[in-house]
């Protein structure tokens, strides 16, 4: 399938895998417990219905689930953010994402857009929403007002056939919504008409 905004001669590939698991912090002397705290993994892992193997949230009401299984950021926003952050090491997962991509933007993926990857099948459904918990893991209170601010939100996955995924895997597009809205859009109208 071939599309102007995504097209087949535009390589689409995992370039790092992450998962954690929840963990306790302090943050203006409160405790909060996150998963954002994310790790790359080597050879291939299980995309699972509800998130990928020996991954977890911390708070399945806004992370997680059946329509926020996995979430995934475009590696290409990564040189925005050390010229925002210069003195900061930048290294994949840093946004608690668990595949970091190659090829793929919030422009060009759609919601409801279907891949294959490595052995799974994966829908995407809804851009991110920054939280106060990327303030807690760039220790900066402000951090989730620039994140909404650069518009560079990721987008998650559902897990619509489980199976092995791992970083070199191109991502085939299997079908797509023409009359569907991009990630980015998707996100301007969450802001423009929601909270």
Known sequence: MQTQTL?????????SVQVGRPRTVRWHGKTASTGIYKM?????????????????????????GRDKAIYVYPSEHYAFWRQEFPDRPMTYGMFGENLTTEGLDERSVRIGDRFRIGHAVVEVTQPRVPCYKLG???DR??????FHASRRCGFYLAVLQE????????????????AGVSVAEGYRRYFQDGP
Request: no cysteine; charged share 35%; net charge neutral.
């Open 141 to 146: 209170p402000d951090m989730p007002k620039r």
């Open 136 to 138: 807690i893991r760039f």
């Open 40 to 64: 790359p993994v080597s050879g291939r892992i299980m995309a699972r219905r509800f998130n990928l193997e020996g991954d977890e949230q911390a708070d399945r009401t806004v992370h997680g």
């Open 7 to 15: 097209s087949q001669d535009r390589v689409m590939k995992i370039i």
């Open 163 to 178: 199976g092995t995924v791992g970083a070199g895997d191109v991502w085939e597009l299997i079908s797509r919504d023409e």
